[in-house]
């Protein structure tokens, strides 16, 4: 069975991505420590871009139907 994950603080994750992304970009680490700063972000980026696409799923577009606000919900795939 798969554990449950606790909620992801997207904004938290971001911050640690760019931090990891900064020591990369140093170029101080050696080999190993860059690749696991690598592995580390990645596993960041996947979680922020489930976070993402769930904050996606749950947004809600506003329509302007006879004078009054309705709520619908946000089709991705609806054109324009």
Do not use: H, Y
């Not at 760019?18 to 080999?31: A, I, K, P």
């Not at 489930?50 to 991705?76: C, I, N, T």
């Amino acid at each position: 069975m798969a554990r449950k994950k606790a909620p992801l603080d997207f904004e938290q994750s971001l911050a640690d991505l760019q931090t990891l992304v900064e020591r990369l970009e140093n170029g101080e680490l050696s080999l190993e420590d860059s690749l696991t700063a690598f592995e580390q972000g990645i596993g960041l980026t996947r979680d922020c871009q489930a976070a993402l696409a769930q904050a996606e799923q749950k947004v809600q577009v506003l329509l302007d139907r006879d004078g009054e606000l309705s709520e619908a919900p946000f089709d991705a795939e609806q054109p324009e």
